[in-house]
């Protein structure tokens, strides 16, 4: 495949863009912009920056910058954007999550506000979540993406399927019984999670070019991406399901080096790009490989 700087229909091309970031870094003598800052002294606006690099934060990253924890700049200017605006992104960081929940430190994480400005404007979190549609619930592992998010830790921590006696902490954080209440049984419990793994994603459904058939063609996809542009581009990260799929065909293991946590204490998988995002590689199993996190970030360095 190959790749241009200037894509159809893009009238600068990503240099452009993060040199631009980088000029008012120099420009305000700071290791970090905010939007607001962007703003007013940016040539592009931050929506182009946002749009091409798939966050804020992401196209600070690119440009060798420091993540801010508030792209606005703080509380302050968080309390004149539109209440859409917070819900909208609350949304989004839901959809990016692939969870009908999102806690507080989850929002932290991958939001662009401050919990604690929408908290505020909304009159709490959990009306924050109601505005937004999502659902409400204990905040912390009342979704059955957060059993099976601990599933996927612990599989892939063994390398293979837990057993019941195995779902003990360390290992687990949740314990057996919490699954046996939830899903009746251990093994309803990894029944529901093969299944929830197994389901099509929504982007899959999208774009009939990476519709699959059948589970059987699952781990032998060899569809090329099609030349015209896709309408709708995948999220940036992996769901809960394409990470499970990914590192069960990588065997669990970092396809560069080997290393895997089963062999190595600490290591940690994580899931990767062949083609980056940045440059238009989707999210799709096809696209996305494990590796471990030495190997993640030294290529990410070279970047
Ligand atoms: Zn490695």
Redesign the pocket.
């Known amino acids: 495949m190959k790749f241009e700087l200037t894509e159809p229909g893009k009238q600068f091309s990503n240099s452009e863009l993060t040199l631009d970031l980088i000029r008012v870094a120099n420009l305000l003598n700071k290791k970090s912009v905010t939007l607001k800052e962007y703003q007013k002294y940016g040539n592009y606006s931050y929506q182009t920056q946002k749009k091409r690099f798939g966050s804020w934060q992401k196209a600070l990253e690119t440009a060798g910058l420091e993540k801010s924890k508030r792209p606005w700049g703080g509380d302050l200017s968080e309390t004149r954007i539109p209440m859409t605006q917070l819900i909208a992104d609350m949304q989004s960081v839901a959809k990016e999550l692939d969870k009908k929940a999102i806690t507080i430190a989850e929002y932290e994480k991958h939001g662009q506000f401050g919990s604690s400005a929408i908290s505020k404007r909304f009159g709490g979190w959990n009306k924050a979540k109601m505005a937004a549609g999502l659902k409400i619930g204990r905040l912390y592992n009342s979704t059955d993406e957060d059993y099976f998010e601990n599933i996927l830790d612990v599989w892939q921590t063994l390398g293979r399927q837990p057993k019941y006696q195995e779902m003990v902490t360390p290992l687990s954080r949740l314990n057996i019984s919490s699954y046996e209440r939830k899903f009746g049984s251990w093994r309803s419990a990894l029944e529901s999670f093969i299944e929830y793994v197994n389901k099509k994603d929504d982007a899959e459904i999208a774009e009939p070019n990476v519709l699959m058939e059948t589970s059987e063609t699952l781990f032998s996809l060899d569809i090329p991406p099609k030349n015209k542009k896709p309408k709708k581009r995948t999220n940036r990260t992996a769901n809960l399901r394409q990470r499970f799929r990914v590192m069960k065909r990588d065997n669990f293991s970092?396809v560069?080096?080997g290393?895997s946590p089963v062999y190595k204490p600490g290591c940690e998988l994580h899931i990767d790009h062949i083609v980056p995002w940045s440059h238009g590689g989707e999210t799709v199993e096809d696209n996305l490989r494990t590796?471990?996190s030495?190997?993640n970030l030294g290529r990410s360095n070279k970047e």
Do not use: I, Q
């Open positions: 970092c560069l080096c290393s590796l471990c030495d190997c």
